[in-house]
Structure formats: C-alpha cells, structure tokens
C-alpha cells in the first residue's frame, strides 16, 4: 500500500520560513514524480509543485515560483518543500501527492493526509 | 494557462438518482491529460478517473468519465450514500496544472 506522510506544518510569521517533509515508503519512490497540492480553508485544490522521478526536472505555479523550492532524496525516499518569504494566503493544507509516472503529466494517484500551514503574525 | 469551470456548484439529488458533473477547458487539451477526483469531509483527495475516461484502480463502475476538446464530464450512474461528496477536474497536461472549482454533491 502506497503511504505518504506530510510533516513539518506549523505556524509561522509573514515573511518567515517552513520547510515540509514527505516520507513515501512503500513503492518504488525514484520511478515518480512527486507534488505538492494545496488547500486554503474552505476552499478548492491548488497545484503548488512537481518534481520528475530523478529530481532532474521542477515546476511551479506562479503563486510560489521564486519562494518554494521542491526537492526530493531518492536514497531516503522523502520529498521536501522549502517555503521562503511566507505570505498569510499560504495558508492551507499541504498534501504530498503521487504522480502515476516517472514525469509530470501524470494525474495524482495517491495522497497523503496533509500538513497544516498558517501563516499570520 | 487553462482554466477548468466546473457546474454545477451544487448537485443535491436523492441515492439512487443519477449525477452529471460538467467540466469545460478555456482552451481545447488532450483528454489524455485530463482527471477527477472525489473528496469528502476531512480527508484527502481520491482519484476517481484518468486520461478523461479510465477508472483507477478500485474505484467503482458507476463512476464513469467522458469528454474530450474543451468539454468534459463525470457521471455517477446511480449515487450510492457514499459517493456525496465534492468532485473536482484536474488538467495535467501543460504547466500550470489546474483544477476546477468543485462540484458538492449533496443529498437532497
């Protein structure tokens, strides 16, 4: 069974930093690419990021491009985002999300639990 | 970038009826890239359907995709307790990805 466990939400000021972790046992983690989905309070899905199988190739939405940094660790078989420069509309659950291949342009076919953001001072 | 509106906002119907969920592109994409998703109270998302039409994997039969060019759709043959929920489409075939804005499926 595919398990992705989010960790590292919390609080922090506007402006600070976060850094989320995803722990993927379970599957072969290096052949797929791996995301992060947001969901503000109440509201709908938000891409956030996507990074290929090898970690070679990233994308970003324009929301967090030049403030989020996606990475991943194929020997330990985690994926981390590094959130700089945090704004109140960051706020949301993160959730770690499994692409159904190696690259993006894969649909999510498994989901973590999610970790809380907030952001506010 | 390809918006996806999603309609109804609202589909309150009875178990056993049967749901339409409409989904329309801003711009004409492969229904090769196209996928939905279910997601009730409190959890995650599910996905439900890939590639406009295939079902993944234990997800039932009355689950059913469609569409292709700027129009898509998801029908639920006949709504069983569980499938109330809120349905979303998701474009994955051009960066950015997108999803639409929900549909809540609601008992009537």
């Known amino acids: 069974e595919v398990q992705l466990l989010e960790s590292g939400g919390g609080l922090a000021q506007p402006g600070g930093s976060l850094r989320l972790s995803c722990a993927a046992p379970?599957?072969?983690?290096?052949?797929?690419?791996l995301g992060w989905v947001r969901q503000a309070p109440g509201k709908g899905l938000e891409w956030v990021s996507t990074i290929s199988g090898s970690g070679v190739d990233t994308y970003y939405a324009d929301s967090v491009k030049g403030r989020f940094t996606i990475s991943r660790d194929n020997s330990k078989n985690t994926l981390d985002l590094q959130m700089n420069s945090l704004r109140a509309e960051d706020t949301a659950l993160y959730y770690c999300?499994?692409?159904?291949?190696?690259?993006?342009?894969?649909?999510?076919?498994?989901w973590g639990q999610g970790t809380l953001v907030t952001v506010c001072s | 970038e390809i918006v996806l509106t999603q309609s109804p906002g609202t589909l309150s119907l009875s178990p056993g009826e049967r749901a339409t969920l409409s989904c329309r592109a801003s711009q004409i994409f492969s229904s090769s890239y196209l996928a939905w998703y279910q997601q009730k109270p409190g959890q995650a998302p599910r996905l439900l359907i890939y590639g406009a039409s295939n079902r993944a994997t234990a997800i039932p039969d009355r689950f059913s995709g469609s569409g292709s060019g700027t129009d898509f759709t998801l029908t639920i043959s006949r709504l069983e307790p569980e499938d109330f929920a809120v349905y979303y489409c998701q474009q994955y075939g051009s960066s950015p990805l997108t999803f639409g804005g929900g549909t809540k499926v609601e008992i009537k």
């Open positions: 999300a499994r692409s159904s291949g190696f690259n993006y342009g894969n649909a999510f076919d498994s």
């Open positions: 379970g599957f072969t983690f290096r052949s797929y690419a």
